[in-house]
């Protein structure tokens, strides 16, 4: 057998390069899968976290749509409320205009009161 300085045989040299090349090779080969898997979990974490932006934005939606059309049905009541609230004060309008005529007309024919 021929050995070296080293006193290994040369296919043993050999034997041992390809065997840590192999094991390099491997390391990296894990390395780069860990990576991946790394970066599909982040993937998914922030597509879990989109959707969970998401669905609380159409919370958010639906919430101002419900205070938007209460606010609208409330304007419309006070709308309402609001021509009632003039109807009656013309109406109250009209009955101290027909009051203060039967007191004058009052006035006229009672033979009590002064006609100046």
Known sequence: MITHASGHPPVM????LVVVVLV?????????????????????AKRAEALEHRTQAQSAELEAQRQAAEAEERAARAKREAAVAEQQRLEAE???SRAADLHSRADEVDPD???R
């Open 13 to 16: 040299k050999t034997l041992l």
């Open 24 to 44: 390099a090779v491997g390391l990296v080969v894990l390395a780069v899968k860990a990576s991946r898997k790394r970066a599909e979990h982040q993937t998914e």
């Open 94 to 96: 009209q009955q101290r």
């Open 113 to 115: 009161v002064d006609s």
